[in-house]
């Protein structure tokens, strides 16, 4: 049974999500039997790179930087209940595509888990640049990888970057973190281990065709192309 993640390595969430997601799959019995294949989703391919993440955040919401940091302590929050480590004060800015070009090598190779790990760590955690090509040739080889010759070429696996964003669109994916279970069931945004886990189950059980909307997600909890709810 296969699980498709949609996802961007500059959204919180995303990250929240994957780890709830992995922690369900932890406890579900027939876990070594699930493929899970993550897919790409650019929350905004325009963002100036390198830019404070926080003044990014009050210039699009149209808040103060002060009430922008207030806003962010509750997202570290969220992941510190997931178990994670959020570090918004000296975060960064990126441009995603590359990270997404290697992902997709990364799972040609089987080591796309790892190398997704890798990268939210990097970016929410240790606050580094994954626009930059050493920062990302450094994360691949922690998990053994070898990217060189596709970050050398703009054009490898962009394609296949692209086909994902398209089917996100077909599948009327307005924000990420999405998830599609079986390709029966959708669910949107950063859930609860429980919801993951009941579906996880209830999809087992049926082995059926058809995409079914498990949380009606009013839009929180996630990232879409016009920001983050924080």
Known sequence: ???????????????IGKTYY???LA????????????????LDPNET?????????AEKYGNSVAQTKEMTKGVASRAAEAGLTFH???????????AHRI????ESQGKAKELAGALFYAYFTDNKNLSDHQVLTELA??????????????????????A?????????????????????????????????LDTLNKAWSERAGGLTQVVSSDDSDSCGPDGCKV
């Open 88 to 98: 918004f004060d000296n975060m960064m800015t990126i441009h995603s595509l590359d």
């Open 103 to 106: 992902m997709h090598y990364a």
């Open 1 to 15: 049974m296969k699980v498709e993640i949609w996802s961007d390595f500059a959204c919180p969430f995303c990250y």
């Open 49 to 57: 790179p390198q830019r404070s993440t926080i003044e990014a955040l």
């Open 141 to 162: 080889e922690s998990v053994g990888l070898q990217v060189a010759d596709v970050l050398s070429d703009p054009e490898k696996f962009k394609s296949q970057v692209r």
């Open 27 to 42: 406890q579900f019995p027939n876990r070594e039997q699930i493929v899970t294949q993550y897919k790409s989703f650019e």
């Open 22 to 24: 992995e922690q369900a």
């Open 164 to 196: 994902d964003e398209f089917e996100a669109q077909q599948l009327g994916v307005r924000g990420v973190p999405f998830f599609v279970v079986d390709r029966k069931y959708a669910i949107s945004g950063a859930q609860p281990v429980s919801v993951f």
